[in-house]
């Protein structure tokens, strides 16, 4: 099983990495390569590109072995598992921007020299939000459900 490591800020557009595969070595066989076996430099390549021919060429195979690649079900599992990872992460960091966002609105709201009408600005956002924010148990089984709901779509 391969293993992605995103570089950059931006996973959608960052460099994925393989950490692992085949343990670091190709096989010592001459065995032709295992079709069923997941093809981590095309997984990158699909989850890094817009479109499957930016993908084809980043992995150096063609579009049509791209596409036989996404009609085999172990390879689509696959896929699909990393791309939740993606997702995951890019989630992760949404929460821990919102603490910097909310200390942001919080420093301005208190900022003595800051005009009014910014910090009346801030101190209106930190109220609504502080008065519609969801329980975190209905966040987490919004997050679950669509999770779940992303799964099924892919």
């Known amino acids: ?3 992605f490591c995103i570089l950059g ?9 393989t950490l692992s595969k085949t343990a670091g070595r ?11 076996v997941e093809d981590p430099e ?15 060429v980043s992995a150096g195979v063609s579009e049509a072995t791209v596409y036989r690649r996404l009609r085999d079900g172990a390879f689509r599992k696959e896929l699909k598992e990393q791309r939740l990872r993606v997702y995951s992460h890019a989630l992760q960091r949404l929460q821990v921007a919102a603490e910097g966002a909310v200390d942001v ?3 301005v709201m208190r900022d003595a020299r800051a005009p009014l009408s910014a ?6 956002h930190v109220l609504e939000r502080a008065d519609k ?4 148990e209905w966040v987490d089984r919004r997050l679950q ?8 779509d892919l």
């Open 145 to 152: 459900t669509a999770t779940e709901s992303m799964l099924e």
């Open 119 to 124: 910090r009346i600005k801030c101190a209106v």
């Open 26 to 36: 190709e096989s010592m066989t001459s065995k032709a390569k295992d079709p069923t």
């Open 1 to 3: 099983m391969a293993c």
């Open 42 to 56: 095309l997984i990158a390549a699909l989850l890094s590109s817009r479109t499957i021919r930016e993908a084809s």
């Open 133 to 136: 924010g969801p329980q975190p």
């Open 9 to 17: 800020n931006n996973p959608m557009h960052g460099v994925y990495q």
């Open 105 to 107: 609105l919080e420093d």
